[in-house]
């Protein structure tokens, strides 16, 4: 009893042996793939690329697994290889590409692969979700609105519907608060300007004053300066009209001395 159980153990094995001999590469890849073992998955869906290279389904899984590893420009670099020639399968290998392209943090290229897929597939609803959340990366709060409403149009039972409510109503409110502050800022400003056009008219009207004075003031030196020299030119000529009287000349006293001469 003991050989036959023995027996049928060594039957079982070499049969597991023979089916897992038998499976293609990509068959034991993807196996490891669902089980969620990306390291072990890596090697048999690298060979399953290389036997078939328009096996779109392995390159799907090997993108994923290079992006479950860390590996994100391998991860893109392996769906644009397919993307050509990914025929039905073009909308997830679009949406694939923006997801590695939004992991990597470049939301920009990630939005416009979420657009490929949508427009291969307008009833794509994650692309729908990964865009939205790719517009908030990117500031297009509108844009993201609108993907974030669509995808709820298109799932309306999505577990992530109260979550995504809250953010559109976030999204909203904060909208409002921006246009607030940028009417008060925009109102802040306009009374700096005010203000400092009136203050630069206070200066200008204070300069123009100040030199006003200035000149008032060299008037009136001037002014003061004219009377003067009058007043001193008027002196003078009452002096030298005094003094015509008390002057002879030499000749004349010459002539008076002579008079009293002495023998």
Aim: glycine share 4%; proline share 2%.
């Amino acid at each position: 009893m003991k050989r036959v159980k023995t027996g049928i153990l060594l039957i079982l094995s070499f049969l597991i042996s023979i089916s897992l001999g038998a499976q293609t590469s990509f068959e034991r890849g993807e196996e490891l793939f669902l089980q969620n073992r990306p390291q072990e998955a890596l090697h048999f869906l690298e060979n399953a690329i290389a036997e078939d290279s328009v096996h779109v389904q392995a390159f799907l899984y090997l993108g994923i697994t290079y992006l479950q590893l860390n590996r994100v420009d391998d991860a893109i670099s392996t769906y644009m290889q397919i993307f050509p020639r990914s025929g039905f399968e073009a909308p997830r290998v679009a949406y694939n590409l923006g997801n590695a392209y939004f992991t990597k943090g470049e939301h920009e290229a990630a939005r416009q692969f979420y657009t490929q897929a949508i427009e291969l597939d307008p009833r794509f609803s994650s692309a729908y979700l990964n865009r939205a959340n790719a517009n908030v990366r990117t500031g297009d709060l509108d844009d993201a609105i609108m993907d974030y409403e669509e995808y709820l149009r298109l799932d309306p039972g999505s577990s992530q519907r109260e979550p995504i409510l809250r953010l559109i109503a976030f999204i909203r409110e904060e909208r409002v608060a921006a246009e607030r502050l940028r009417v008060m800022q925009e109102e802040a400003a306009r009374a700096a300007e005010a203000a400092a056009r009136a203050a630069e008219e206070r200066e200008r009207l204070a300069r123009e004053a100040a030199a006003r004075a200035a000149e008032e003031e060299a008037r009136i030196a001037a002014e003061r300066r004219r009377l003067l020299l009058e007043e001193v030119n008027q002196s003078l000529l009452s002096v030298a009209g005094d003094s015509q009287g008390l002057w002879a000349g030499t000749e004349d006293f010459h002539d008076f001395d002579s008079e009293f001469e002495l023998d």
